[in-house]
């Protein structure tokens, strides 16, 4: 009864099993080392901590003091104690049982320290712990106790077994010399075991410290994504407000002066009235003297007082909507989308698309390295021989693989060429002749470089480009399902050169086109090239940091 309430004092509250290094907390109550770190891991990401017991709040991590005394007290709980525990007890002590310290094999009795003293010593009297299963040592076949193991059956035998049993002729051991063998096995094992659960334990450990980075990383990054777009919705409704202010004093502004107007107009609408009134009175009258003597009827006749100014006035008023800056509002909210579009882009998508160009496919004057990355102007032909995939009259090459869902990205270093153009395109493109070129048919769209011009060109209409490449590297983003193209130069910050917007009906293939040295792919990594929008302000920042950034412009912050 004492031994299962001592067992129920040493059980960890969290795993309810005998403690592993127990520590303690401020509080006081103990827990397993591990399974407290499990529970203060868990509780980091919530901003504060408590014992899971009392409650009992701590501000920061609290530090775990190893509980030196129940260390001890747990390990001499579990340490094996044969004379107590075993419940085998002295077979000749038969007053006062005292436990035995050994078991002899031969005369099936056990001994305490007294009687061992005086038991016989000759060999075949076999003493070993004590035991109340000593049938156990003995062979069933024989009834003799058990002195050999045989290798070739991996079992126990007797030495009736050994010389005209069934394990004749094998090749057999001594129990105690196969036993240590079998443990020399047995501490290899445990080496090895050893060894893998601490390899887990650092494993284990890696990723729990790798789990609070992130956690810290998110929180951070939450916070500073939530007071920035507080500080966006603040700046929205602020502009809203200010947008709607100067609608309604815009709105104000013409509608004063058409009110007047419209007074006016009633006031002289009613005077029109009241002579209309009066002249067909004076038309329904029989009477000629009173119709004659009627003194105002030049005023009556006069309508024709200030109907011009009247007229211009109206005019006017008709023509006064100006003064609202639609283009300055519109302006400002095209800048917010372009924003959005832009941040949308450097969000994580995948890794970069790995694009290797198909050599079945290269114009003759085109050469294409091992690695199927680069495309070089070649002066010598490659006598490729003429197929209906290969591109015959310009030196252009596809990819191999296509895109027919998802978004996708990669990157095209240009700074070996002043002549190139590098896009996308169907499959089902021609291979020959002027519309073959990349941009000259409905079935491409490439972003392209003559000199000093760039342009983006699709069905042989061609966008010319304010801007030069600066980085020469761009990169060139796919939306399949939202049916667009973007090329991007990839300097710094990154610069948005244009986006193409249709709707996609055949998978797309990535597509160059190079008249002078080359171009290649480039191993693109978006998360690095977003840092790089970022390097100038230092530290890793990540996307979070620059969308913050490119916001608070917008912002004014």
Sequence with gaps: MASA????????????????????????????????????????????????????????????????????????????????????????????????VRSCLLCEVSLCDKH??????????????????????????????????????????????????????????????????????????????????????????????????????????????????????????????????????????????????????????????????HIEELCNMTDPLTVLQESDTGDLCDTEDGDNEDRERHEELLHDGGGLDV??????????????????????????????????????????????????????????????????????VLSSQSFSSGRHYWEVDVEGSNEWRAGLCYPSIVRRERQSLIGFNNKSWGLARSGNQYGVRHDNKEIPLSASISSNKVRIYLDYEAGRISFYDLCDPIQHLHTITTTFTEPLHAMLCVWEDCIKIHEGNQEISAQRLVASQGGEMGLVQYTTNRIKQWVGL
């Design 5 to 100: 309430d001592l067992r129920a004092e040493l059980e960890c509250s969290l795993c309810l099993n005998i403690y592993t290094d127990p520590v303690t907390l401020k509080c006081g109550h103990n827990y397993c080392r591990s399974c407290i770190d499990r529970v203060l891991d868990t509780q980091g990401g919530s901003g504060g901590y408590s014992c899971p017991e009392c409650r009992e709040k701590f501000q920061d991590r609290p530090p775990l003091q190893r509980n030196i005394t129940l260390c001890n007290i747990v390990e001499n709980f579990l340490s094996p104690q044969p004379d107590q525990e075993s419940g085998v007890f002295c077979t000749y002590c038969v007053d006062s049982p005292v436990p035995a």
């Design 116 to 277: 061992l003293r005086v038991h016989k010593k000759s060999p075949e009297h076999i003493l070993t712990d004590p035991t109340l299963s000593m049938e156990n040592w003995k062979c069933s076949v024989h009834k003799k106790i058990l002195e050999y193991y045989c290798t070739e059956d991996d079992t126990c035998i007797c030495v009736s077994c050994s010389l005209a049993g069934e394990h004749r002729g094998h090749q057999v051991e001594m129990l105690d010399e196969a036993s240590e063998k079998k443990k020399e096995t047995l501490r290899k094992v445990l080496q090895k075991l050893l060894s893998k659960r601490e390899e887990t334990e650092e494993r284990v450990q890696s990723l729990q410290n790798h789990r609070r980075k992130v956690e810290e990383k998110a929180a951070g990054d939450t916070e500073r994504v939530t007071a920035l777009f507080r500080n966006l919705r603040r700046r929205l409704e602020d502009l809203e407000k200010e947008f709607l202010r100067d609608i309604s004093g815009w709105a104000e502004r013409i509608f004063l002066p058409v009110l007047d107007k419209i007074r006016d107009l009633e006031i002289k609408k009613e005077e029109l009235s009241r002579k209309m009134h």
């Design 327 to 396: 283009a300055g509002m519109s302006h400002t909210l095209h800048t917010l989308s372009d924003i959005i579009t832009e941040i949308n882009v450097y969000f994580p998508i995948q890794k970069a698309a790995d694009i290797l160009l198909d050599v079945n496919t290269a114009h003759n004057f085109l050469h294409i390295s091992d690695d199927r990355k680069t495309a070089s102007w070649s002066d010598r032909n490659q006598k490729c021989p003429k197929t209906p995939e290969r591109f015959q009259d310009y030196p252009q």
